[in-house]
C-alpha cells in the first residue's frame, strides 16, 4: 500500500505543478493581448496623425505656391517687359507615391493627389492681365518655379534662367 500512497502523492504533486504551469501560459497569452491591443493602437494612431500632417504640408504648399503666383502678378504692373522668377520650397518632397500634381490656370491654382482623394484649390485674383498656365508633377520635386515672362505666369520644374 505503500507504493500506492507514493503514486498518489506524485499525482497529486504533478497535477498542482500542471496547474502553476496552465497559470504561466495564461499569463504569458494575457501579456501577448494586450501587447497585440497596444501594437494595434500605436500604428493606427500613427497613421492618423500621418494623414493628417500630409494634408497640413500639401495645404501649406498650396498657399506658398499661390502666393508666389499673385508677387508674379503685381510685378507685372510694372510694366510689359518685366521678367519675374521665383522658387518656392515644398514639403513632401520625399512622398512620391502620393503622386502629387500642382496646376496653374486663369481661375486658380488646383494641387490634387493620383488618387483624386485629396483635391484643393485656391483662386487668385488675375487682377493682372497676364496668363496663367503650367501642370507640375511633384514626385521628388523639392522646388516650383513660378516664373512671369511675355506677360505669362507659368509654373515650372526647372530653373528658368533668367
Keep these: 500500500m505503500r507504493t500506492d500512497d507514493l503514486e498518489q502523492a506524485s499525482i497529486r504533486r504533478d497535477e498542482a505543478a500542471a496547474a502553476t504551469e496552465l497559470g504561466y501560459v495564461f499569463t504569458f497569452l494575457l501579456g501577448l493581448l494586450f501587447l497585440s491591443m497596444f501594437s494595434v493602437w500605436t500604428w493606427d494612431l500613427e ?4 494623414k493628417s500632417w500630409t494634408a497640413e504640408a500639401m495645404d501649406q504648399n ?3 505656391v499661390a502666393a508666389a503666383v499673385e508677387r508674379a502678378d503685381s510685378a507685372s504692373h510694372l510694366g510689359d517687359d518685366v521678367t519675374y522668377a521665383e522658387p518656392v520650397p515644398l514639403l513632401l518632397s520625399q512622398a512620391t507615391r502620393l503622386e502629387l500634381r500642382m496646376l496653374l490656370d486663369d481661375e486658380g491654382l488646383l494641387l490634387q493627389d493620383g488618387s483624386r482623394e485629396y483635391t484643393s484649390r485656391r483662386p487668385i485674383s488675375a487682377g493682372a492681365a ?9 514626385n521628388g520635386i523639392d522646388t516650383v518655379w513660378v516664373v512671369l515672362h511675355d506677360g505669362e505666369v ?4 526647372s530653373q528658368p534662367g533668367i
Design 47 to 50: 497613421s492618423s496623425r500621418q
Design 62 to 64: 498650396l498657399d506658398a
Design 130 to 138: 497676364t496668363n496663367h498656365t503650367g501642370e507640375v508633377s511633384l
Design 154 to 157: 507659368r509654373l515650372q520644374v
